[in-house]
Nanobody, 123 residues
Framework: QVQVVESGGGLVQAGASLRLSCTAS????????VAWFRQAPGKEREFVTF????????ESADSVKGRFTISRDNARNTVYLQMNSLKPEDTAVYYC????????????????WGQGTQVTVAS
């Protein structure tokens, strides 16, 4: 059973940066992937970005390309989300999710979820 824990959320001004961390403990293989999703008030949870543990390959939503960067530290089982040039529309609860095998970016493809961390961007 993989346990996923996020940290690093907070309140920032528009244009600022923030880094989120996600630790996925209990992994049994070197494969799989970790993703970030977010859910704004009154909206559905949406895909943000993911990274493959073994290759480091990534994919991101168009809304965050050029601003958000995902990276990983395999030795620490930790994935980071560096968020730059934050906008008020980035305000959401950010969730980290892990999958033993990558199957896609839809919600059901991810097996283990964290509790979420709030990111609020003030204008």
């Amino acid at each position: 059973q993989v346990q996923v824990v996020e940290s690093g959320g907070g309140l920032v001004q528009a244009g600022a940066s923030l880094r989120l961390s996600c630790t996925a403990s209990g992994r049994t293989s070197g494969g799989g992937a970790v993703a970030w999703f977010r859910q704004a008030p009154g909206k559905e949870r949406e895909f943000v970005t993911f990274i493959m543990w073994n290759t480091g390959g990534t994919e991101s939503a168009d809304s965050v390309k050029g601003r958000f960067t995902i990276s990983r530290d395999n030795a620490r089982n930790t994935v980071y989300l560096q968020m730059n040039s934050l906008k008020p529309e980035d305000t959401a609860v950010y969730y980290c999710a892990a999958a033993e095998y990558y199957r896609g970016t839809y919600l059901g493809a991810w097996d283990f979820w964290g509790q979420g961390t709030q990111v609020t961007v003030a204008s």
